[in-house]
């Protein structure tokens, strides 16, 4: 079956902390994966995807084919970071089946 | 403004009234997909459509909910017979569908519907 599982409803991070946004997908391909953000009042927007191997605004992820992981990272928490963000795949003819979304929090 | 379109933004309509939303994708892009996204959830894929044939509709997708393209530019999403699960946002996105790999999809902001 194809899945993406984010098992975090709710990460609170403090301002400059690391932070990390987990991901695990089940899928029997080849997927592409991807990291889709949205802000509050701004409409869904893609953050990156793994075959672009991109850090965009400070996040990067690493597709770990293995473990069936593409966990979100960054650094330095910014304010700015705080939103929903949803990891995503997709499989064939661009059909993108999203997970459950995390709502990331960023304490001052 | 050049991005996805919809209309309406909100709709609140009585159980069992028809409904239909509009989609005006990115002029350019070929492909126009339809998701809805209900509270908690990420959005779910309901259809897709290459130019005004539509290729793929998910089991999401009852006897009540149509699509069309007519054009290959605009969209209709129409729900018949409305039932209270179908409260939703329902989101529109377009992409180019360039070189066989998953182009990235550009949402719009999303009709949210209300059934009483």
């Known amino acids: 079956a194809q899945r993406v599982t984010q098992p975090e409803k709710l990460l609170s991070v403090f301002k400059g902390a690391p932070v990390e946004l987990k991901c695990n997908y089940s899928?029997?391909?080849?997927?592409?994966l991807f990291w889709y953000v949205q802000y509050s009042r701004q409409r869904l927007q893609l953050l990156l995807r793994?075959?672009s191997r991109e850090s965009i605004k400070g996040f990067t992820a690493d597709l770990n084919k293995g473990e069936t992981s593409f966990h979100l990272k960054k650094p330095f928490a910014q304010e700015e970071d705080s939103a929903m963000y949803y990891c995503?795949?997709?499989?064939?003819?661009?059909?993108?089946?999203f997970g459950k979304g995390t709502r990331l929090h960023i304490l001052p | 403004d050049t991005g996805v379109s919809q209309d309406p933004r909100h709709k609140i309509t009585k159980r069992g009234q028809n409904v239909t939303f509009r989609c005006d994708p990115i002029?350019?892009?070929?492909?126009l997909y339809w998701y809805r996204q209900t509270l908690g959830q990420g959005p779910e894929f309901l259809t897709y459509?290459?130019?005004?044939?539509?290729?793929?509709k998910s089991r999401l997708l009852s006897d009540r909910f149509s699509a069309e393209r007519p054009k290959g530019s605009f969209s209709t999403l129409e729900i018949q017979r409305t039932e209270q699960g179908d409260s939703a946002m329902y989101l529109c996105?377009?992409?180019?569908?360039?070189?066989?790999?998953?182009?990235?999809?550009?949402f719009g902001p999303g009709t949210r519907l209300t059934v009483l």
């Open positions: 459509f290459q130019n005004e044939a539509q290729l793929e």
């Open positions: 995503a795949l997709s499989g064939r003819v661009d059909k993108i089946i």
């Open positions: 793994h075959i």
């Open positions: 996105a377009s992409s180019s569908g360039q070189d066989g790999r998953a182009a990235e999809q550009f």
């Open positions: 002029s350019e892009h070929n492909r």
């Open positions: 899928y029997s391909g080849s997927p592409e």
